[in-house]
């Protein structure tokens, strides 16, 4: 049942009191579309180009139609104004001027909000992005193990059924394990937006608890993750919107593969990851240019620009980057979003993943025969890579006294022994593929094969 126009805008009133902004919007939109057909007009050019509408219609109104018309736009001001849109909101307000309110006063006060930037006691949070492989685990630890004094909390969000990223976060010395949240039950853009919500409302309330409070929290998205409905998030909870503001999205280019991911013909209907992460970021961190030569980084960088003008780009190698460029950057402006996507507010946001991408994962009891190994992922990067976007895992090596992590973007591999395995720690492997049409018995089977003989029956996954 449609709720009429004048119950959606005492409801729209009731949310703004109680200063439920992002409820506010759902309900002053509804009402406003509802009531421009009313006066004739069947599109939604009310709310998404509220000029044309008044310049179209003021003539065509009643003196009563004009009157409903301008306390809309006014109550839509003082919503967007509560979210931080102020250079949207003033365009709201100016639209009721010309419907006849007076409202200079408020005008003017949105127009010298947009020039100031406001976090307003609110812990800074930090989206990383970026597709998978760019780097975004190994900025991760270099922000926490950076000498900034600031307690951080980090909440990591893997795509994948067996979960290898915890195993590479190395915590700095203010960076406690209550202050990571791992989640690898689904993609935060989508399925498991809401316990994201959940995961920063224990953070905060633990902070506040403990007397530790947060100095900011960086959140890892998957490789796979559109930002906008991640961004939505600081917006569409009450609670979040009180206590987070978001900081910036910075989004990890890998400038090898950015081109080939930004022309990838998607199924109808399914979005670009890539296109999205870069049009979305406030920050761009060009990754991996020791991997090409000048030309391609100019040539990257152009294309980057075709979709984001504006956005500051920093170049660089094994993910080091000035951490003046990626935090307390005060960059997220919710109006640039609105200009760029002005559905971004509305709470039917539904990001559709690509149904040809999925991940195979193995958690296998047992070691590998370095040699095997070898001479498999060789034989497999090099026949199947093209398809593999995304190749990590934690093993158990015979005869090694650390574990072997390595980590592969397509054909490009890289691997190394890190940690030493504890005296009484199980030897086990942990692996993941990500990328399009994958084979799962292929990669079961070509793992197998690589196994000592003596744990090859230990799947334990």
């Known amino acids: 049942m449609v709720v009429p126009w004048n119950e959606g805008f005492e409801s729209a009133k009731v949310a703004l009191k109680e200063e439920r902004f992002f409820d506010g919007v759902q309900f002053i939109n509804s009402c406003m579309e509802a009531y421009a057909k009313v006066v004739g007009d069947e599109s939604d ?11 179209e219609y003021t003539a065509k109104l009643s003196e009563e139609q004009k009157d409903v018309l301008r306390k809309m736009y006014e109550v839509r001001g003082d919503i967007i104004t509560g979210l931080g849109a ?3 909101a003033a365009v709201d307000y100016q639209c009721a001027q010309e419907l006849g309110a007076e409202l ?14 406001k976090a307003g006691g609110k812990v800074p949070v930090t989206v990383l992005t970026g597709f998978l492989g760019s780097g975004k685990t190994t900025l991760l630890n270099r922000i926490l193990k950076e000498f900034h004094g600031k307690r951080i909390a980090v909440i990591e969000n893997e795509f994948g059924e067996v979960g290898i990223d915890d195993s590479l976060i190395e915590a700095g010395p203010l960076t406690t394990e209550e202050n990571i949240i791992e989640m690898n039950n689904g993609c935060i853009c989508c399925t498991v937006r ?21 100095d900011g929290v ?3 998205t998957t490789g796979l993750a559109d930002p906008a409905p991640v961004a939505q998030t600081f917006f569409a909870d009450d609670y979040v919107q009180q206590k987070l503001h978001l900081d910036g999205i910075v989004t990890l280019v890998d400038a090898k593969h950015l081109i080939m991911h930004l022309d990838e013909e998607k199924p109808e209907g399914v979005e670009n990851e890539a296109v999205e992460q870069v049009a979305f970021a406030d920050r761009i961190v060009l990754n991996k240019c020791d991997l090409v030569d000048e030309a391609h980084l100019d040539e990257v960088e152009r294309r980057i620009r075709m ?9 660089t ?5 000035d951490m003046d460029f990626i935090l307390g950057i005060q960059a997220f402006n919710l109006d640039k979003i609105l200009e760029m996507d002005d559905a971004f507010l509305e709470d039917d946001q539904d990001h559709q993943h690509d149904d040809r991408v999925s991940s195979c994962g193995f958690h296998v009891k047992g070691e590998v025969h370095q040699q ?23 093993l158990a090596v015979q005869g090694m006294k650390e574990k072997f992590v390595f980590q592969a973007v397509h054909m490009a591999f890289s691997g190394a022994p890190q940690k030493p395995w504890e005296p009484d720690e199980e030897r086990i492997c942990k692996l993941t593929f990500i990328g399009k049409n994958l084979n799962r018995q292929e990669l079961e089977d070509g793992f197998k094969k690589c196994l000592v003989e003596s744990g090859s029956g230990g799947y334990a996954k």
Do not use: C, H, Y
């Open 86 to 88: 102020n250079k949207r």
């Open 104 to 117: 200079k006063a408020k005008v003017a006060q949105a127009e010298a909000a947009t020039k100031e930037k």
């Open 372 to 394: 095997r190994l070898n001479e498999w992922l060789a034989w497999l990067l090099k026949e199947r890579g093209v398809d593999i976007f995304r190749t990590k895992g934690v």
């Open 45 to 55: 050019r009310i709310v998404k180009e509220p000029n044309t509408f008044v310049k």
């Open 194 to 214: 809401g316990d994201l919500i959940a995961g920063l409302k224990k953070m905060v309330k633990n902070s506040i608890k403990n007397q530790k409070p947060l």
């Open 307 to 315: 979709i984001n003008e504006s956005v500051k780009i920093q170049r």
């Open 317 to 321: 190698t094994q993910s080091q980057v």
């Open 218 to 220: 960086i959140i890892e």
